[in-house]
């Protein structure tokens, strides 16, 4: 599979949301009415990030709204065969070791060949992970035995199992021919295949989350778990060794965490159900549920970002660098958000508010130009200072809202031009001051440093005294930095300062390590490789890394809400469409708002996914994350994470696509409220807007469940998720920050700013200062609050001209240079670490024909069955010319 199949926006599209044609006119000034309105109203969103949200809601994410239904078809399940086995008691009152038993017998009938049978026993088992919800009063209840059924399924074997039964459905031919030749695919096709994938997510994420009052054998179940997921799977179980192993339950915890079988990270048979999908070999797969599973399974295998820092401070000590300047997640936890920019339609609801009384002021300010008004003559000037003084703590508060004119085919730029000149200059009047945000006491209280410490790499240092060399002496000295003789003090003062704040990254001496084992493979002799989780995973994903990530992405597009309806796109919602279509209003909002739930979810899944494995792969080691990088510029990447931002991002950050009486566990505990379209809308004349009163009365169920949050949590989180994709991406790679210029990401990314988050600030501020200096003088001129907002937020490098356009290094001709230098020498690393025949050219000759001919040589296992015939064919039909080993060569 090649780069080039993956869909993705073309430049010229990049502006364009889909939309056929635009509105002009007054459909135009509604639309940016309806986004100021939302913009200008921006509070601070009270967000932590992490690894994931609550426990909740990440369980309910599981589920789509449309399987609500079978809920109550796995409790029928369980209780029906429940019911012979204890009779008249509940699940809640027996010991473990009745619970045991009981599990054991489910295990047993897991293996009948009906499959049918085998349905409704993985029904009862998904009941049991659910928390026996039946037995439970509240969603405190559901957790508890949730959690504690979980560990008693795993201590059972019960997992060891679902991977045999998921490897049986995967490899179903039957079911995949079927798939494809219906027009449609609904919830019906992937009935197995669901079930089983949701008692996995239910154990891996239930097992993954720590508790304070957890066992100490949940503990260490805990542990071997995680070791047995990141090192063994794809299981070929047969049914002898699956009995050995449910008639001895104890060998499934080992101290050492050793895998039961010798296979494959677990991740790799989840990543080739991605694949499996994306090729349309198997379209009835629930891709929501196998991502969600997937992401789970890396971030506990691998760790979350927490650990993930820790992992970075012990590689550090290991190489005997300089430990962390600062601890960069609560460096951004401590950050506060900055005013989002002002909006140009902010200054046109001002100019319809003041119509009346336009003329007047007219005239006052043409006779105040002319020498009768107080105010300097450079109106503009006057309003900006005076301005300053009090926006001074709002970085984005007066950017000019004609930064954006670059994009004419935004509709949320180019406004400015459509004004009357005249009463532009109404406009700008100075306004009188309006009353102080908060106590006067409270705008002393600034922070007294700057957040991050200033770094300086080796190859700045470098720069700088070449340059200086040549300047004051005339010659370089390569890339000596302890000579200085011949320059004058100041240089002497300013290499002092530099290599103060000198920076050695765990990838630099990668690098360094990697370039001494190329030059010296026999001195040096093997590189000792630790087998981390992270190694073995990459080492199972290098042989087909680029499906892997080309599948990835073109999920990732198919789910994205700027995205185009295609005939040959990909059908992701085939885990989330019912087998009858709605037919009353009611149902077709609920759908609708499931589906968009549903490519949230997606959306979060592949974004917390990836951005994983770069971050995990960096660490381990810098050429592996490169070749991830490659995969992911080549399969055009950064286009679509534009394109994703190419929408009111305000409003997909508030979106509420989710209806909280329908999620679980309240939905199981709680009566469901009778909802109809006839309860839901007031006016039934008014047909044309019972979309909006469906969305106000499902908001408000949604409120009264206890959503009071001015954002969605998931959606925040992808947003952020992808910017940091897109940062390392383009850190350092000259060729793709020139794609953020071509692509015209400055707009883009600048109306990300309205966000009021100080880590999506802080991402969003990284990607505009590094494609800076190709912007142009005038972008700069005109966003004078951004480049201070950059200053303040974010890390500084000492001898950075990141504000001034003299960069002279960036060619175009050298970017794909640049690129191929870095595919070499990826290759020569996968190359000399995991090519079997490596150093082949330098390994010793045996030249002894005893020895040669004593060898054991190994032969294949059917060898012994026409050993005769080889012989015959061979040795004894072909003729031996003796004369020829007395003549010299």
């Known amino acids: 599979m090649q780069a080039e ?44 990030y992490g690894d994931s949200d609550m426990l909740t809601a990440e369980l309910s994410e599981l ?49 009948v060949t009906d499959r049918d049978k085998r349905l409704k026993v993985a029904r009862a088992i998904l009941y049991l992970a659910q928390g026996v919800f039946d037995e439970c009063d509240t969603e405190v209840d559901v957790l508890h035995w949730s959690r504690h059924n979980i560990f008693l399924l795993y201590d059972m074997g ?58 100490p054998e949940w503990r260490a179940a805990r542990e071997t778990f995680k070791n047995e997921l990141g090192v063994c799977t794809q299981c070929v179980c047969t049914a002898i060794l699956l009995t050995v192993v449910v008639s001895n339950p104890q060998m499934l915890v080992q101290p050492s965490g050793s895998p039961l079988y010798n296979g494959e990270p677990f991740a790799l048979l989840l990543f080739t159900m991605v694949t499996k999908f994306c090729s349309m070999n198997a379209p009835h797969f629930p891709m929501k549920k196998v991502l969600l599973l997937l992401w789970k399974t890396v971030l506990f295998t691998l760790g979350g970002f927490e650990e993930l820092q820790r992992m970075k401070v012990g590689a550090r000590e290991r190489l005997r660098l300089a430990p962390l300047p600062e601890d960069s997640i609560k460096v951004v936890r401590a950050m506060r958000a900055a005013s989002p920019p002002a909006s140009a339609m902010e200054l046109i609801e001002q100019q319809q508010q003041q119509k009346r009384g336009r003329r007047s002021r007219r005239s006052a300010f043409v006779d105040s130009l002319e020498g009768d008004s107080p105010f300097p003559k450079k109106q503009p000037l006057v309003k900006q200072d005076s301005l300053d003084t009090y926006n001074e703590r709002d970085p984005f508060k007066n950017d000019d809202p004609r930064d954006e004119e670059d994009d004419p085919e935004d509709t949320d730029s180019g406004i400015e031009g459509e004004v009357d000149p005249l009463d532009r200059d109404v406009i700008i009047q100075p306004p009188p001051p309006p009353p102080p945000l908060r106590p006067p006491t409270e705008r002393v209280n600034f922070p007294k440093g700057l957040p991050w410490a200033p770094k300086v790499r080796e190859k700045d240092i470098e720069h700088f005294l070449e340059t200086s060399r040549n300047k004051f002496i005339g010659f370089t000295l390569g890339n000596d930095t302890e000579t200085l003789v011949g320059l004058p003090r100041p240089i002497h003062e300013s290499v002092k300062t530099l290599k103060q704040h000198k920076y050695v990254s765990v990838s630099e001496v990668q690098i360094k390590k990697e370039e001494e084992l190329l030059q010296c493979p026999l001195s040096l002799g093997e590189e000792e490789v630790e087998e981390t989780p992270a190694e073995i995973l990459y080492v199972g994903m290098l042989p087909n890394l680029s499906q892997y990530v080309i599948a990835l992405l073109k999920l990732l597009l198919a789910a994205a809400p700027t995205s185009k309806a295609k005939t040959d796109s990909i059908n992701i919602l085939a885990d989330v469409l019912p087998e009858e279509m709605p037919i009353t209003v009611f149902q077709s909002m609920k759908l609708g708002i499931d589906v ?40 055009n990447c950064i286009p679509l994470i534009l394109k994703f931002f190419n929408q009111n991002i305000m409003s997909y950050i508030s979106a509420k696509n989710s209806i909280c009486v329908l999620d679980f566990p309240h939905c199981v505990v709680h009566e469901m409220p009778e909802l109809t379209a006839e309860s839901l809308v007031s006016d039934r004349k008014r047909q044309t807007e019972i979309s909006l009163h469906l969305c106000v009365a499902l908001t408000r169920l949604s409120c009264e469940a206890g959503d009071n949050n001015q954002f969605c949590w998931r959606n925040l ?28 990401s400055a707009p883009i990314l600048k109306r990300a700013l ?15 200062k590094i494609q800076t200096k190709y912007l142009g003088r005038q972008w700069r001129k005109s966003n004078m609050k951004t480049m201070s907002a950059i200053y303040q937020k974010v890390r500084h490098r000492l001898n950075d001209d990141w504000a001034y356009g003299n960069d002279i290094d960036a060619r175009p001709w050298d970017f794909q240079a640049e690129e191929c230098a870095l595919r070499e020498s990826i290759e020569k690393f996968n190359s000399r670490r995991y090519d079997k025949n490596k150093n082949g050219d330098f390994a010793p000759v045996d030249n002894c024909l005893q020895s040669v001919l004593g060898q054991r040589v190994e032969l294949p296992e059917d060898f012994h069955y026409s050993y005769e015939m080889w012989l015959e064919r061979e040795v004894f039909s072909q003729p031996i010319q003796w004369e020829g080993l007395l003549q010299n060569p």
């Open 5 to 48: 199949d993956m869909e993705v926006p073309i430049i010229n599209n990049l502006n364009d949301n889909g939309d056929s044609q635009r509105p002009k006119g007054k459909d135009v000034f509604k639309d940016q009415q309806k986004e100021s309105e939302s913009s200008m109203e921006s509070p601070n969103l009270e967000f932590e």
């Open 63 to 111: 589920y789509s709204y449309t399987e609500e239904p079978e809920f109550a078809l796995n409790r029928d399940y369980f209780e029906e065969d429940f019911r012979s086995h204890a009779r008249g008691r509940r699940w809640t009152e027996l010991t473990v070791d009745e619970q045991r038993a009981y599990v054991m017998r489910l295990l047993d009938a897991l293996e």
């Open 158 to 215: 019960i997992f060891t199992a679902l991977l045999e039964l998921l490897s049986m459905e995967m490899d179903n031919s039957q079911a995949c021919s079927s798939a494809v030749r219906k027009p449609a695919i609904s919830l019906a096709d992937s009935t197995e295949l669901r079930v089983l994938l949701s008692i996995m997510y239910l154990m891996v994420e239930t097992i993954r989350v720590q508790t304070e009052d957890d066992r």
């Open 596 to 635: 968009n739930r549903h490519k949230e979810i997606i959306v979060k899944a592949i974004s917390a996914l990836l951005l994983l494995l770069l971050k995990h792969l960096k660490l381990n080691h810098i050429y592996q994350f490169e070749i991830v990088s490659q995969h992911l510029v080549f399969a």
């Open 717 to 744: 989180f992808s947003c952020i998720n992808l910017l940091r994709i897109l940062n390392k991406l383009t850190k350092w790679k000259h060729s793709r920050t020139m794609m953020l210029v071509v692509f015209k």
């Open 754 to 768: 309205k966000v009021k988050q100080a880590m999506m600030q802080l991402y969003v501020l990284k990607l505009l």
